[in-house]
């Protein structure tokens, strides 16, 4: 269904701008008298029982047809004004936009560029950590076994390394990675294992290199309900659009099972003013990509379904079958839980993930499980964001500032239960 407004001095005048521009099957929604002379919001493809369910709950007592074309002509009007805000904050960024400062993360101490050597020694360390990540839990249950409880400490323990463990598991690491950590810091003091345990994690993550929107090319957001893969993708579109402009820019969804699932996404396209294309029983993926092949940058997005679900695995051979080279980022929200961080990666592995989007930081008590999940399984971060404005709140990923806003995290909860305890 379309929808638009029309000004004009008189109701004739009005109407005759409709004839032109909508046709003669035209619907009005509404009319009503402005400043100026009239406005009347029309619709083409009008459906009623679509409008109904587009409205929810409120479009039921709304017997009256006419009364629901006007909620619908409101809720447009609404639109509209939430669409020039939008337009209006973009441009005042582009205006003020400054470059971004490079965050500095306080627990480490400045060091000269690493010569190539270097850099691949800790590649190599880094690996072998994780090669021991993964084997941890053998060494776990053995140290739990009858013999080594009652045999004598060979493998002791100190209290520093314990406190170190608990503190690493407070910032929100899974107790696998928090024994790596502290084992690694093992015959220090308290501070001094804390520091080593964090520039360990921030080296063990790994980051996209270049930012994923100036790359360009062809990139999937797929990941579950909820996760924010089509806010993200409104982000990185408007990213774009402040350094390069619209016209090399195009937005695709592969949402075709949820009834206005689209709707969105066509909200970004009217605001940054680039075309939206939807997959469907008429449109292939392969054939609207063949159509965009002028833009520079074509992000899609995928409906969010669970794994049962029988167009979750359809999504992913869709994206996998395609003769275009697609990206596939997996979105993960921080504020999930560990296991099911696991149970999303065990449903998305198959789709070979490029990387990972990390969203809803600023909603998460701690930030240890997520960035822990990035570490484990060596998926590259490209950004994380932190709220719901467009589009500050989404970063190119780094390391460091990353986990400085893990430890500045888990200070907030700390303060919070210091209160909670005095009241």
Same mark, same amino acid.
């Given at each position: /269904?379309?929808?638009?407004?029309?000004?004009?001095?008189?109701?004739?005048?009005?109407?005759?701008?409709?004839?032109?521009?909508?046709?003669?099957?035209?619907?009005?929604?509404?009319?009503?008298?402005?400043?100026? %002379?009239?406005?009347?919001?029309?619709?083409?493809?009008?459906?009623?029982?679509?409008?109904?369910?587009?409205?929810?709950?409120?479009? &039921?007592?709304?017997? #009256?047809?006419?009364?629901?074309?006007?909620?619908?002509?409101?809720?447009?009007?609404?639109?509209?004004?939430?669409?020039?805000?939008? @337009?209006?904050?973009?441009?005042?960024?582009?205006?003020? =936009?400054?470059?971004?400062?490079?965050?500095?993360?306080?627990?480490?101490?400045?060091?000269?560029?690493?010569?190539?050597?270097?850099?691949?020694?800790?590649?190599?360390?880094?690996?072998?950590?994780?090669?021991?990540?993964?084997?941890? =839990?053998? /060494?776990?249950?053995?140290?739990?076994?009858?013999?080594?409880?009652?045999?004598?400490? #060979?493998?002791?323990?100190?209290?520093?390394?314990?406190?170190?463990?608990?503190?690493?598991?407070?910032?929100?690491?899974?107790?696998?990675?928090?024994?790596?950590?502290?084992?690694?810091?093992?015959?220090?003091?308290?501070?001094?294992?804390?520091?080593?345990?964090?520039?360990?994690?921030?080296?063990?993550?790994?980051?996209?290199?270049?930012?994923? &929107?100036?790359?360009?090319?062809?990139?999937?957001?797929? %990941?579950?309900?909820?996760?924010?893969?089509?806010?993200?993708?409104?982000?990185?579109?408007?990213?774009?659009?402040?350094?390069?402009?619209?016209?090399?820019?195009?937005?695709?969804?592969?949402?075709?099972?949820?009834?206005?699932?689209?709707?969105?996404?066509?909200?970004?396209?009217?605001?940054?003013?680039? !075309?939206?294309?939807? &997959?469907?029983?008429?449109?292939?993926?392969?054939?609207?990509?063949?159509?965009?092949?002028?833009?520079?940058? &074509?992000?899609?997005?995928?409906? %969010?379904?669970?794994?049962?679900?029988?167009?979750?695995?359809?999504?992913?051979?869709?994206?996998?079958?395609?003769?275009?080279?697609?990206?596939?980022?997996?979105?993960?929200?921080?504020?999930?839980?560990? @296991?099911?961080?696991?149970?999303?990666?065990?449903?998305?592995?198959?789709?070979?993930?490029? %990387?990972?989007?990390?969203?809803?930081?600023?909603?998460?008590?701690?930030?240890?499980?997520?960035?822990?999940?990035?570490?484990?399984?060596?998926?590259?971060?490209?950004?994380?964001?932190?709220?719901?404005?467009?589009?500050?709140?989404?970063? !190119?990923?780094?390391?460091?500032?990353?986990?400085?806003?893990?430890?500045?995290?888990?200070?907030?909860?700390?303060?919070?239960?210091?209160?909670?305890?005095?009241?």
């Amino acid at each position: /269904m379309k929808v638009k407004r029309f000004f004009a001095p008189t109701m004739a005048e009005a109407l005759k701008m409709v004839r032109l521009e909508m046709g003669e099957d035209a619907v009005i929604l509404s009319n009503r008298r402005v400043d100026g %002379g009239v406005e009347i919001v029309t619709a083409l493809d009008y459906d009623e029982n679509l409008a109904r369910q587009r409205l929810g709950t409120a479009a &039921v007592e709304a017997t #009256n047809g006419a009364r629901l074309a006007e909620m619908q002509a409101e809720q447009h009007r609404r639109l509209e004004e939430e669409l020039g805000r939008s @337009r209006d904050r973009i441009r005042e960024i582009r205006e003020k =936009r400054q470059p971004r400062e490079q965050d500095i993360l306080d627990f480490t101490t400045p060091e000269p560029a690493a010569a190539e050597p270097a850099q691949d020694a800790t590649h190599a360390a880094l690996e072998a950590m994780r090669a021991e990540i993964h084997s941890l =839990r053998d /060494m776990v249950n053995e140290r739990r076994s009858p013999a080594a409880a009652n045999g004598p400490a #060979n493998d002791p323990v100190d209290a520093s390394q314990q406190r170190l463990m608990e503190r690493l598991e407070e910032y929100g690491l899974s107790h696998t990675l928090a024994s790596t950590l502290s084992r690694n810091a093992a015959g220090v003091r308290l501070e001094e294992g804390w520091k080593r345990a964090l520039r360990t994690l921030a080296a063990g993550l790994r980051t996209q290199q270049q930012e994923l &929107v100036e790359q360009g090319g062809l990139v999937a957001l797929v %990941g579950p309900t909820g996760s924010g893969k089509t806010t993200t993708i409104g982000k990185m579109a408007a990213r774009y659009v402040l350094e390069h402009g619209a016209d090399s820019l195009a937005l695709v969804t592969t949402d075709r099972y949820r009834i206005a699932a689209h709707e969105h996404l066509f909200v970004f396209g009217r605001i940054l003013n680039v !075309p939206v294309r939807v &997959v469907d029983e008429s449109h292939s993926l392969d054939q609207i990509l063949d159509d965009l092949s002028d833009k520079r940058l &074509v992000l899609i997005d995928t409906a %969010g379904l669970t794994h049962s679900d029988r167009g979750h695995q359809e999504q992913l051979e869709e994206l996998a079958a395609s003769r275009h080279p697609v990206k596939p980022y997996l979105v993960l929200a921080a504020t999930s839980q560990p @296991r099911i961080m696991k149970s999303t990666w065990h449903c998305y592995k198959m789709a070979n993930p490029a %990387g990972c989007i990390m969203t809803k930081l600023d909603e998460a008590l701690t930030l240890g499980e997520v960035l822990g999940f990035a570490m484990e399984t060596g998926l590259r971060v490209a950004y994380y964001t932190d709220g719901q404005r467009i589009p500050e709140d989404i970063h !190119p990923a780094q390391a460091a500032p990353l986990v400085r806003l893990g430890v500045e995290r888990l200070k907030q909860v700390r303060e919070t239960a210091v209160v909670a305890a005095g009241a």
